[in-house]
């Protein structure tokens, strides 16, 4: 893998906040350990029973969107990625709560465990309001770069879906640029509304609530893995 301009591989971002309460805690002692995927295991053996696809949401925040799709599509198995325990945290309690057994879990930088799962085994992977490090020294910090657009590309199936939504401009041009100069992906838009609305059955999250509220107008932006 080539070396990446955009990309210093450190994890930058909060990995916890204020306290967890008695519930979330327990959800992190106790089904932490039993939800986190094994990337030593093949795309059949993640999870407990046979899935029709399988999918990814790098950073879930509090989890809202990755339990709605979970609830939605029982047939299909999804992975999500947070370090900020305490959006973990939130999740578990709900996963407990409501027994999806179609969700696992990784709580440390997506980056390490992007290389070690299979290759082109999976249908969608979901990036949803990354943090934008607006501050120009600080864009080298983005999760979208040259390198990880080719984690993402070696995951995905052909034809297989690479959706990333922002409230931030310059993150959506950033972005755009740099996975339309990659041979490995097509956008797919082709009028103004197809990344100007949200995807079918869209619950929305607190985040995108909050920007909408704040005047900011998301991007929904979809591509395919040619």
């Not at 990625?81 to 945290?89: K, S, V």
């Not at 709560?97 to 969700?103: A, H, T, V």
């Not at 490090?133 to 979208?144: D, E, H, Y």
């Not at 197809?194 to 005047?215: L, M, Q, S």
Request: some cysteine.
């Amino acid at each position: 893998m080539t070396q990446d301009p955009d990309r210093n591989r450190a994890f930058f971002g909060r990995v916890k906040g204020k306290k967890l309460r008695s519930g979330q805690e327990a959800s992190i002692n106790d089904l932490l350990p039993q939800l986190r995927v094994n990337p030593e295991l093949g795309p059949d053996k993640i999870f407990d029973r046979p899935m029709k696809e399988l999918w990814i949401e790098i950073g879930f925040g509090g989890g809202e969107h990755l339990a709605h799709r979970a609830r939605e599509n029982p047939d299909v198995g999804i992975i999500g990625c947070e370090p900020f325990i305490n959006g973990m945290a939130k999740l578990l309690v709900v996963v407990d709560n409501e027994k999806l057994d179609n969700i696992r879990v990784w709580e440390r930088d997506a980056t390490e465990l992007l290389p070690l799962l299979p290759e082109a085994s999976f249908q969608t992977i979901y990036l949803l309001y990354p943090d934008p490090w607006p501050k120009r020294p600080q864009r080298k910090r983005r999760f979208i770069s040259d390198q990880t657009l080719e984690m993402i590309a070696r995951l995905l199936v052909k034809g297989g879906q690479f959706r990333f939504a922002t409230d931030i401009d310059n993150y959506a041009g950033w972005g755009l640029a740099r996975i339309m100069r990659s041979s490995q992906f097509r956008w797919t838009a082709e009028r103004p509304d197809d990344w100007r609305k949200p995807w079918a059955n869209w619950p929305g999250t607190r985040y995108e609530a909050k920007a909408i509220r704040e005047g900011r107008v998301p991007s929904y932006m979809t591509f395919e893995r040619i």
